[in-house]
């Protein structure tokens, strides 16, 4: 984590990360640890590297295990984030399966469950966090969508299905909650390399980065730039859109 700068202040703002154990959720975490938020990670198991994180943020890193697809657990786990931390300032729903398969042949249960974990619970969780929002006056929420919603590619409908959900849930709720001085936004990754795209191979990986306009692949600190933006000052007047974040490879 970089050092801080000698007038830094703690914005003393709590953000709950879904899937903060690695890859981007972990990013997103350390950054905005770097920035003076206080972080509560949440995924099923805490990892080496969250541990690590933890160890050296000052008490502002904090892991808090929960199965999101556990749908019926959600409104308590809200409940005991905010008993716990206090309000919840940011929500950022970044956690996601990224299952493969062609769906003529895909099992329904590896259907039911990308559609559970990257559509129902992030809106189940949301309803219970906007909720205390809304008592509070303020929130930001932040979806992670993919560049795969608004694009096809061979052996991913389900989860094209359940990443273009993303951006029009994140679209509507922006309308509905922006009154309450709550704002919802999206970021929409090009492919990064996590766990979650273990199975694409080195030539796949150089393939995509050469087709991109900056012939390079995006990192998940950039999605946690992002996501320090949008919680930010300047992210005040941003809702009900989508940062995608590729190096081109859409352009
Ligand atoms: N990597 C990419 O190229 C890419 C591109 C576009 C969008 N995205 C999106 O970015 C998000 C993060 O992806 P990633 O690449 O960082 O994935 P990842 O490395 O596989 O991390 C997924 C995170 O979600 C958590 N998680 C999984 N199942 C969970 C459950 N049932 N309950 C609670 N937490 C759960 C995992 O922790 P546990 O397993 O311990 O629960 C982990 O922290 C996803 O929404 C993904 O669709 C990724």
């Known amino acids: 984590m970089s050092p801080r700068p000698a007038n830094w202040r703690a914005p003393m703002h709590n953000v709950l990360v879904t899937g ?3 890859g981007i959720g972990l990013a997103i975490g350390k950054r905005l640890v770097g920035a003076g938020y206080n972080v509560i990670a949440a995924a099923r198991r805490e990892s080496d590297e969250l541990k690590a994180a933890i160890g050296v943020s000052e008490g502002r890193l904090h892991f808090r295990a929960c199965d999101l697809a556990a749908i019926d657990a959600i409104p308590a786990f809200a409940k005991l984030v905010r ?4 309000p919840t300032y940011g929500l950022v729903n970044n956690a ?3 299952t493969e398969g062609l769906l003529a042949t895909m099992h329904n ?15 189940i969780l949301t309803k219970y966090v906007a909720r205390q929002m809304m008592a509070d006056g303020a929130g930001r929420i932040i979806n992670i969508s993919s560049i795969i919603a608004t694009t096809g590619y061979n052996g991913l409908s389900v989860y094209g299905a359940t990443k273009a959900a993303a951006t029009g849930f994140t679209r509507s709720l922006a309308r509905e909650v922006g009154k ?3 704002t919802v936004n999206a970021i929409a990754p090009g492919f990064i ?3 979650l795209t273990h199975n694409l191979s080195d030539d796949g990986r150089k393939r995509i980065a050469s087709r991109s306009a900056l012939r390079r692949l995006p990192e998940t600190d950039d999605v946690a730039r992002m996501v320090e933006y949008l919680l930010g000052e300047g992210g005040r007047n941003v809702t009900g859109t989508v940062f995608t974040i590729d190096a081109g490879n859409t352009a």
Do not use: C, K, M, Y
């Open 20 to 22: 903060g154990s690695r």
């Open 83 to 86: 008993d716990e931390f206090g």
């Open 180 to 182: 309450l001085g709550i």
């Open 193 to 195: 390399d996590t766990e």
């Open 109 to 123: 249960s590896q259907i039911e469950a990308l559609v559970q974990l990257n559509v129902l619970s992030p809106i």
């Open 96 to 98: 996601g399966l990224g």
